[in-house]
């Protein structure tokens, strides 16, 4: 006699089992995606989302639903990236943001970065700023097309 926990379990542990795999890239596609990404992470030019580089990256070009591990060392403002992530509104209203997580501390990413004393910088992209809980992130915010006014205004 098979117990009600095992005829349950069976079928969901199976169907997780032939889940695919979170979304891989390997090192040659990494190659040519990498100076985009890091461009994008350093809040220095946006990635051109319709590039076959870009759309490699992740299954969804707007966002990743997990952080993406480089397959080979990746750096940006020279220190070591453990894994990145990224959101960009397809319609631009709400803007875009690339994230970096270190093995390092705030302080190391906001001097590599050149971050002012609160950890944040002004670009002509968007904004870079240093946070995270637990994990040290380095974030570049881009502003979309909706002014915050707007909200309030409503």
Not at 65 to 94: H, K, Q
Not at 113 to 118: N, S, T
């Amino acid at each position: 006699m098979t117990s009600p926990l095992i005829r349950f379990a069976a079928p969901l542990i199976t169907g997780l089992l032939a889940a695919p795999a979170a979304h891989a890239i390997d090192a040659a596609q990494w190659q040519k995606v990498a100076p985009m990404l890091q461009a994008a992470l350093e809040c220095r030019a946006e990635p051109d989302i319709a590039s076959a580089a870009w759309k490699a990256l992740s299954a969804d070009p707007y966002s990743t639903t997990d952080p993406i591990t480089p397959p080979v060392a990746f750096n940006v403002f020279g220190l070591p990236v453990r894994d990145v992530s990224f959101y960009i509104d397809p319609d631009g209203e709400v803007g875009a943001s690339y994230t970096a997580t270190f093995a390092t501390t705030k302080a190391t990413v906001r001097a590599a970065a050149k971050l002012d004393g609160k950890g944040h910088r002004a670009t002509r992209m968007g904004d870079l700023g240093v946070g995270g809980i637990g994990e040290t992130q380095l974030t570049c915010t881009v502003a979309g097309t909706t002014d915050a006014t707007d909200d309030e205004n409503s």
